[in-house]
């Protein structure tokens, strides 16, 4: 079909209601609709001439990219849901289309993709689990439920937060909730993992530094300070940073200024801070390995994430969760976990939390070969760590209820506020495993 002289083709393009780019044969997007625009949030000048993945930042564009893979096998890809990530650091559900245009000689031309902002399904998927969640944390818990009451007012404060837990808890995860419940949403969070940087580098990381500060330093580079002005600064295992930087990250926290490394300039931030660490900070207070001034100005407030073993009944719940995000930003499969899969999950202790369990889960995802994951599936370790009697659900959980009631001596009301559960139901469990 040709177009009538003299309508241009965007005309016809930024009619469409969905997303669409071509690239041509080297991977650079030659052109975009309206719609692609406004749902990656950006200008035209910021895509034509650039490449694919330096503008679409999907999920699959480093390791599995659509339009390579409708290059490579000649077919086209329907509706394949994948993750685009804007430049605030928010995720974007998209169902991604994609095919090929060849010449007449059957050489590849140009690639196109269409894509449609899924944001409406994911939120009502979302909406179904509203009564577990707070932000992207799920959980049945009461101890976190009771987190999910208070975390509205923290995150509306401006006090500065200490969050703990062991590894692998979802300390970021919180950390990120307040975030984007308080009036910084609209601005930066940043994200600074103390444990992974030496002592030289983790100060220009945080405070920056200025041209000639070091050799090597060729230019003013903004500290993580600076990149989070207005936002957030999340300081991830704030246990391991140096009494040196701890000096200076009290000076801030005090005074809300600083210099840069190599500069005698005192610079003012609007940046709130929220630490995170899974050590026992008063142990490192004692050995005089953390400052107790220090503690004091992050702890103003402090939140205490229980471990996953301690809160079993959220484990098939965050089991689906993590599955069904899986095959969200894989965009393939359909799998389910089994019942049997989900007692021996609920029967292990998870040393490793949460991020434990997203390991875990993705292992069975990919080395399953049916729609329902079993338990030959799972690492071999989760299968042995639980034995035959432990193998059905309802034992798992009853065990749990057994546990918890011996934990509070015998207090039912207490017992089943702590379950989630009310006394009613806990009196019938009771009953079925002949403790009535």
């Known amino acids: 079909m040709k177009l009538p002289d003299g309508i241009p083709a965007e005309i016809l393009l930024d009619s469409i209601a969905d997303g669409l780019f071509c690239i041509d044969a080297d991977f650079r997007i030659i052109m975009i609709n309206r719609a692609a625009l406004d749902i990656l949030d950006i200008e035209e000048s910021d895509a034509i001439g650039r490449r694919c993945h330096e503008v679409f930042h999907a999920s699959v564009c480093e390791t599995s990219c659509v339009l390579r893979e409708t290059i490579d096998s000649d077919k086209p890809i329907i509706n394949r849901e994948v993750y685009f990530v804007k430049e ?63 975390m509205p007012d923290i995150a509306e404060s401006e006090s500065t937060v200490l969050i703990t837990g062991e590894s692998g808890t979802g300390k970021e995860l919180f950390a990120r909730a307040l975030h984007c419940r308080s009036f910084r949403t609209d601005k930066k969070f940043v994200a600074l993992h103390a444990a992974a940087l030496p002592e030289q580098l983790l100060e220009s990381e945080l405070f920056g530094y200025v041209k000639g500060a070091f050799t090597g330093a060729n230019r003013d580079k903004p500290g993580r300070i600076a990149e989070a002005e207005g936002g957030t600064l999340f300081l991830d295992e704030i246990g391991d940073i140096p009494p040196s930087i701890q000096v200076k990250l009290l000076r801030f926290l005090q005074f809300r200024d600083y210099e840069p490394v190599g500069s005698n300039i005192t610079r003012r931030a609007d940046v709130r801070i929220i630490a995170a660490t899974n050590k026992d900070l008063s142990s490192g207070i004692a050995n005089s390995e953390f400052r107790e001034d220090l503690y004091y100005r992050i702890a103003v407030i402090r939140i205490d994430i229980p471990p996953l073993r301690s809160r079993r009944e959220d484990i098939p719940l965050l089991a689906d969760s993590i599955l069904a995000r899986l095959q969200l930003m894989r965009g393939k499969g359909n799998k389910t976990l089994s019942g049997e899969v989900k007692a021996r999950l609920m029967a292990y202790d998870f040393p490793g939390n949460v991020r434990e369990l997203e390991n875990i ?75 009535v």
């Open 361 to 435: 889960i993705e292992y069975a995802y990919v080395m399953s070969r049916s729609d329902r994951i079993e338990s030959s599936d799972l690492p071999s370790d989760i299968v042995s760590a639980s034995d035959e009697e432990d193998l059905r659900l309802d034992h798992v959980q009853n065990r749990h209820i057994l546990r918890v009631l011996k934990a509070n001596s015998g207090n039912r009301t207490e017992t089943a506020r702590q379950l989630g559960i009310n006394a009613s139901t806990l009196w019938r469990k009771l009953k079925d495993m002949d403790v």
């Open 88 to 150: 605030d650091g928010n995720r974007v559900p998209l169902s991604v289309s994609t095919s090929v245009i060849r010449d007449n000689k059957g050489d590849v031309v140009a690639g196109v993709e269409i894509f449609r902002d899924m944001s409406i399904v994911e939120n009502l998927r979302k909406a179904v689990l509203e009564n577990y969640t707070f932000e992207d944390i799920i959980s049945k818990n009461s101890r976190m439920h009771a987190l999910f009451e208070i």
